[in-house]
């Protein structure tokens, strides 16, 4: 089992940059892949980001691709989201997840567990 912390969700204006971090701890860190995903007010869940246990393979949600990177540190037992030219419609909660599969999952049911959430805001 592990349990996931997210940190550094906050407000920032349309065109900011802000990175977001996961802190895993429990079971070793390195076995899962690991993915972010976020819900807006009203909306379902959706994945945005997620890589391979080893941080080699990265995959994106098309609505992020060329703005946000996901990166891990396995020595250290953080993922990282890092958005850049942020926009109104990246407001929601953002959440982390960490799945035992061996490939790079981006459905919300592949992933075994959950952090608690980070708001981030984006105003206009």
């Known amino acids: 089992q592990v349990q996931l912390v997210e940190s550094g969700g906050r407000l920032v204006q349309a065109g900011d940059s802000l990175r977001l971090s996961c802190a895993a701890s429990?079971?070793?860190?390195?076995?899962?892949?690991m993915g972010w995903f976020r819900q807006a007010p009203g909306k379902e869940r959706e994945f945005v980001a997620a890589t391979s246990r080893s941080g080699g393979g990265k995959i994106y949600a098309p609505s992020v691709l060329g703005r946000f990177t996901i990166s891990r540190d396995n020595a250290d037992n953080t993922v990282f989201l890092q958005m850049n030219s942020l926009k109104p419609e990246d407001t929601a909660v953002y959440y982390c997840?960490?799945?035992?599969?061996?490939?790079?999952?981006?459905?919300?049911?592949?992933?075994?567990?959950w952090g608690q959430g980070t708001q981030v805001t984006v105003s206009s």
């Open positions: 429990g079971r070793t860190f390195s076995v899962y892949a």
């Open positions: 997840a960490a799945a035992s599969q061996g490939y790079i999952p981006n459905k919300r049911g592949d992933y075994d567990y």
